[in-house]
């Protein structure tokens, strides 16, 4: 401490007139605030690595210099176990997002606003970031490459796997995990990998502006890995949905800095890595928590657990035994699921456990109708042909909405398609590669969002949304199908699915209200 003190008193010509020690994280540096008489503020660093200090302290540099979002080295000791850098205030981006993430990923607007206003300003500094700058600096190693990987593996294998008594084949594990390395490595992007990028890494000053710390893991790598390392965060509970919109800001966002692949391309390495963080982040959750008994290590595993459960549904990954492996680990007793209530918000975008059917006085005359609330809502989504008419509602309401794709690229008039439907994994690659029928299909999304939210409040039973095309067979299914799992998805109803010209019929039950729903 002294020391640093001395070297404050020789970049500032005094000594400091307040200082206060800051909260640590999972590293072993110590943060102080150091104050002058005028209440001018700057942050001191002690360290106990000179290479990683080193690293820290050259990136910053090297940011700065090309004008980047990080804070500014202002002093380093000569040993650079020590340095001052300019203090970027004290809310960070997970602070700013407590709400939503108290609320169970119940993001309101702003807060959306703040997580895309910092994922569209990460690949300016993975991409401008890496122009010029010498890899050796970097610390531990200069290069994301299999070597690293399989520490990753192992440190999650020993730090974490073994620790939870789970029995399975060493070697056929580790041959495993030789294939999941090489496949993540086989792509070499001159990109700058952040590798620790979360929200507790991302500084917000007045105006909700992202700048960027702690960043002295970092190396030369593959840009995938960020993406997934931040929307991933295991306690950060973003929806399905939020995080495609997020993939979507950031795809659009690298395009402003390098060629990027197809969006295909994009998607299938990006589940690899958020595959790879996974397992990485189970491995320094064990170790801080098991071993170190750190508590908000030990309190993010079950959010960890629940993301790799998702990923090993995906049947999607070449690596049969470790994704056995891995399924047999999310169930185990001491990783069961349990119910947990969610906060309300304090900012008026609420949730509620109790019956949303009852009436609430304060929820205003417009709330409920005297004309309707017989019982739960039910919507009936609809696919058909123009050629054949509108489908009947059989509510006698009057049929809803009717939304037509024919302006969508059409996969019938293409001879591999014209046997399939919108339901056939072809026809699905066909139309979200295009990409005319996401544009689509969002603005559905919104105004269908509004009107089931209004229904439900108002306890009308009833709501029809019917999606029409030239044979009723591709896009109309394709978008009825999507938009029912959606509306099921978001609020729970019951929803019913016909694609009248293919015969086909399904119902989502509704969902059991003890989880609450949107309001």
Known sequence: MEKLLGLYKQWRG???????????????????????????????????????DHAFVYLSQHFHQRQLPVPEVLAVSGDELRYIQTDLGSVSLFDALKGGRDAGGRYNAHEKELLKRTIRELPNVQMRGA?????????????????????????????????????????KLEANFHLFAKDLTNEHIDSFLYRDFQARNVMLDAKGNPFFIDYQGGRKGPYYYDLASFLWQASAHYSHKLRRELVYEYYQSLKDYTEVPSERHFVERLSLFVLFRTLQVLGAYGFRGYFERKKHFLDSIPAAI??????????????????DMLRRLTELPQFAVADQPVVNRSDGFKTTETNVYQSNPQDGPATFSKYDGKGPLVVRVYSFSFRKGIPDDPSGNGGGYVFDCRSTHNPGRYEPY????????????????????????????????????RYIQRGFTSLMFSFGCTGGQHRSVYSAQHLAEHIHEKFGVEVCVCHREQGINQVFAAKPPQGGQEK
């Open 418 to 453: 014209k046997k399939l439907t919108g339901l056939d994994e072809p026809v699905i690659r066909f139309l979200e590669d295009d990409g005319e029928i996401l544009t689509f299909l969002d603005s559905v999304y919104r105004l269908a969002d509004h009107h089931v939210e």
């Open 306 to 323: 629940q993301n790799l459960r998702e990923l090993c549904q995906l049947k999607c990954f070449p690596y049969p035994y470790m994704m």
């Open 131 to 171: 122009r010029g700058l010498d890899w050796n600096n970097c610390y531990p190693q200069p290069e994301f490459d299999e070597e690293s990987v399989l520490f990753d593996l192992n440190y999650f294998k020993y730090c974490f796997l073994k620790s939870t008594g789970l029995d399975f084949h060493e070697l």
């Open 14 to 52: 005094e000594a400091p007139a307040h200082v206060e020690k800051l909260p640590g994280a999972g590293s072993n540096r110590q943060y102080f605030r150091l104050a002058d008489h005028e209440g001018q503020t700057v942050i001191g660093v002690v360290g106990t690595s000179r290479d990683e």
